[in-house]
């Protein structure tokens, strides 16, 4: 059964960093693709980030390139989600998904959820 555990989210003031986790478990990831997502009250989710297991690579949404990065711990199924600079506009519940997607961007391609968490930045 695959589970997808988030951590790390908190309040922090304009300017300031959070670091996201997401521990993976249950089967192979291998071809899958990790995301990263926000919503915000009365918002769609949005897509932030993606970490493609295998070969590494990132993508970002413009709105958070060159701020949020994201990372593998290579010893363990856990991938980080580095945010800093943050503003009040990255106020949202954060979900990582994983799944082996076509279109990174799109919620629907993720075949799994993790329970989300928190980030608020005030200004």
């Known amino acids: 059964q695959v589970q997808l555990v988030e951590s790390g989210g908190g309040l922090v003031q304009s300017g300031a960093s959070l670091r996201l986790s997401c521990a993976a478990s249950g089967r192979d990831f291998a071809g899958y693709t990790m995301g990263w997502f926000r919503q915000a009250p009365g918002h769609a989710r949005e897509w932030v980030a993606a970490?493609?297991?295998?070969?590494?690579?990132?993508s970002y949404t413009d709105a958070v390139n060159g701020r949020f990065t994201t990372s593998k711990d290579s010893a363990k199924d856990l991938v980080y989600l580095q945010m800093n600079e943050l503003k009040p506009e990255d106020t949202a519940l954060y979900y990582c998904?994983?799944?082996?997607?076509?279109?990174?961007?799109?919620?629907?391609?993720?075949?799994?959820w993790s329970q989300g968490t928190q980030v608020t930045v005030s200004s």
């Open positions: 970490f493609r297991w295998s070969g590494g690579g990132s």
């Open positions: 998904a994983i799944g082996k997607v076509v279109d990174l961007r799109f919620p629907t391609e993720y075949d799994y």
